[in-house]
């Protein structure tokens, strides 16, 4: 069962635009994590974001962690093509990691 | 960096058959290992969560004997889709915890295996 729901569920966009991608949950969870999965491989940690409020940059990606921690955001700054892939918040639930619904963004030169 | 090696990345099988993919941690151990589902530009979905020496715990919807897990030691945990059907083709994706962490901490995946069921 998915628990998160992302959105939008596709993006296309052209180089040097900005972008936010949103990952929600009517459930309080204590840590969430985002990752990036390219095709044909396995998906990439980009960052863990455990406090109310937190704000994590990384590059030209900033991450936020909503105050009440049921939501999060992934904001990309000028887009590059490198940038494509498909994004995913996830977060942890008893043993094992659950995955959102996932953001699939493709970046035009 | 902890390493995860998935085997094979692809294979093709025909109807009927079994499959075997395998998933190794590399330089760590890991006493927990999760095998996803991952159909075209969608998320992953969790399959199963494999304990070493126990059985393996599987998600709802998920038929465990037609997904066979075995997790015989801390740094091998293997998949085996039996009788697979057309249906079955997919992208299988594990991922491993190193002992010690928290369910909270990251994990490490492999690169996935393609199989195509003719």
């Known amino acids: 069962t998915q628990l998160l729901e992302q959105s939008p569920q596709f993006l296309s966009i052209q180089e040097g635009e900005n972008l936010t991608v949103y990952c929600n949950s009517s459930?309080?969870?204590?840590?969430l994590q985002w990752y990036r999965q390219e095709p044909g491989e396995g998906p990439v940690l980009l960052v863990t974001v455990v406090t109310g409020g937190e704000v994590k940059k990384l590059k030209r990606l900033t991450f936020q962690f909503g105050d009440a921690r049921k939501d999060s955001s992934l904001h990309i700054t000028a887009a590059q093509p490198g940038d494509t892939g498909l994004y995913l918040c996830a977060r942890g639930a008893t043993n094992k990691l659950i995955f959102g619904t996932g953001t699939l963004l493709a970046v035009q030169p | 960096g902890a390493v995860v090696s998935q085997h094979p990345s692809r294979v093709i099988c025909k109807s009927g058959t079994s499959v075997k993919i395998e998933c190794r941690s590399l330089d760590f151990q890991a006493t927990t290992m999760f095998w996803y589902r991952q159909f075209p530009k969608q998320s992953l979905m969790l399959m199963a969560t494999s304990n070493e020496g126990s059985k393996a715990t599987y998600e709802q919807g998920v038929e465990k004997d037609k997904f066979l897990i075995n997790h015989a030691s801390l740094t091998l945990s293997t998949l085996t889709v039996t009788s697979a059907h057309p249906e079955d083709s997919s992208f299988y994706i594990c991922s491993a915890r190193p002992r010690q962490s928290s369910y909270n901490s990251p994990l490490h995946f492999g690169n996935g295996t393609r199989l195509t069921v003719t």
């Open positions: 459930s309080v969870f204590s840590s």
